[in-house]
């Protein structure tokens, strides 16, 4: 994997479960991602000593928040057990992080269905920084209500923290081609799209507490 080794970038250590509170918003995810330009960045979702994702958020907004953290330049660090759902007991005697929860191996268990969200953003995560051309960052963000989108390179990330449905016209936002056809390539569990399943960019409904990644 392509790491970012230009002189001026400075390897800065962020963590999204203490930068964020439980509720934040579109404005907030945009000032996060523009705060650490320049440097390279490694992004925690959660750790010993910040707690779980999955214990701060709720599971939507924790998958949201992979979603952004694995399609912004950087690295991301997960958790042991962050990749499949996995919750802080809150019974055991584990003086380490709560201890966790049993986990469910069911192959129709939400375990499966977050593991394979979290392997397509890994595969995503490892060919945009492989042709990524430049040390900067060249994202294109924008917000609208509750919708925080950002364009890199050949990939549009739609992240709704609203409860409910929201429209959001990808082609002007973002100066899409007219004969552009986005591609889903990664959402959240609970989005109900299927990979590979076309958008029209100019119709595109994100579903409440949900988040997207398309190519075109």
Known sequence: MRLYTGEKMIPILTDFATRLSENFTAEDLKAHA????NHFVIRRLSGPRTGRATTKYSKEREHILAMIAYLLRGEVILYYGDEVGLQQSTTSQLDIDGGFETMNWNPDADSVKISNFYKQLGNIHGMINQTSETNTDDAIYKTEG?????????????????DNNAEFDLKSEFLLPDNVTLIVKCSTPNSGLVLDEPILPSTFTAVGTSGYVMKF
């Open 34 to 37: 523009g705060s650490v330009n």
């Open 146 to 162: 509750g919708i925080f989108a950002f364009k890199r390179d050949q990939y549009i990330v739609v992240a709704n923290l609203d």
